[in-house]
């Protein structure tokens, strides 16, 4: 059976629809500028040193597999740009070289790490729980704030938090009581050297703990615009009721903003903008309702 929607049934077209009483100029131009966050690819950079675990967490977090992990040896060491797409919707994931071989790659790692910093729509640091020779990332990270990026641009992810001693006597999914507090200890020590808008957050790759979490953190962290379209990549199983309405909510912001780029209610006659908020709300409330229409 075709799924191809009716003209009618297009999400577009009742947005479109939505906005009948404006001049047909206007509602095209908020369409375009909405449209740029339904076609948007996000990218996302994934940092920390070799053997924390990157490949592991991406292949953890989102549906497609990113890159073959090996334990003793180092999978990255130029940036891989891997495409991800599902459906209709892609985005850009960017591995990059770990920190911590040698200091002439260290140097040369932080002047892509400059260079790629305005591409980033986010960048997730992955440290491992265990690790406590921190100095290379915190090294790193003083530099590219120095350089000009934000706080708020970055994640701080402790992986591997099932290894986090105590050891429990058996194989359990979820951390122990003492491991839990060992976790919290570690976190609390970890934004200390790290200051960032966000907290820390323990996951394991291995068992799923945390994960999802996690992606409530990402959809959080990321920009407006991007937030769907990285939601769309995750794996089901990770994700929650509280991440969706994050990021439906997100989009209806998006249509909000776009409706304002064309119309200033402020600038217009009373009647005419109470008829504008009227719209602008209606707009919003359709955009965050037709949220799985057009990015499921």
């Known amino acids: 059976m075709s799924n191809i929607l009716k003209p009618q049934h297009d999400p577009c077209n009742i947005l479109r629809n939505s906005l009948g009483l404006l ?18 690819e996000p990218v996302i950079g994934i ?3 070799t053997g924390v675990g990157k490949s592991s967490l991406c292949n953890a977090l989102f549906q497609q597999p990113v890159c073959l992990t090996h334990d003793l040896t180092a999978c990255t060491r ?9 459906g209709e919707r892609g985005m850009t994931l960017v ?25 980033l729509d986010l960048i997730i640091w ?34 591997q938090a099932d290894r986090v001693p105590p050891l429990p006597a058996t194989s359990m999914s979820l951390p122990s009581p003492e491991q839990v507090l060992s ?26 703990y945390n994960l999802p979490a996690l992606v409530e953190l990402m959809v959080h962290a990321l920009p407006g615009q991007a937030s ?16 969706e309405i994050a990021v439906r909510q997100a989009f209806g912001d998006i249509a909000g903003t776009a409706f304002d ?36």
């Open 261 to 296: 780029t064309v119309f200033n209610p402020e600038a217009y006659s009373p009647g005419w903008a109470v008829l504008l908020r009227r719209l602008r709300r209606k707009l919003v409330r359709l955009a965050e309702r037709l949220w799985d229409r057009i990015f499921g």
């Open 95 to 119: 591995d990059l070289p770990g920190v911590g071989e040698t200091p002439e790659y260290d140097e040369e790692y932080q002047s892509l790490y400059r260079n790629l910093l305005s591409e």
């Open 126 to 159: 992955v440290l491992r729980a265990d690790d406590r020779a921190r100095t290379t990332d915190i090294d790193t990270y003083r530099a590219l704030i120095e350089y000009g990026a934000e706080p708020c641009r970055f994640l701080f992810v402790l992986t």
């Open 228 to 243: 769907s379209a990285v939601y769309r990549q995750l794996k089901p199983e990770h994700k929650t009721e509280e991440a």
């Open 183 to 208: 976790l919290a200890i570690l976190s609390s020590q970890t934004a200390g050297q790290f200051p960032s808008s966000f907290p820390i957050m323990a996951v394991s790759s291995h068992t799923g």
């Open 23 to 40: 001049p047909p100029q206007a509602t095209e131009r908020i369409l375009f500028h909405l449209s740029k966050t339904i076609h948007y």
């Open 78 to 86: 130029e940036p891989q740009r891997l495409e991800l797409s599902v």
């Open 47 to 49: 940092m920390g040193k």
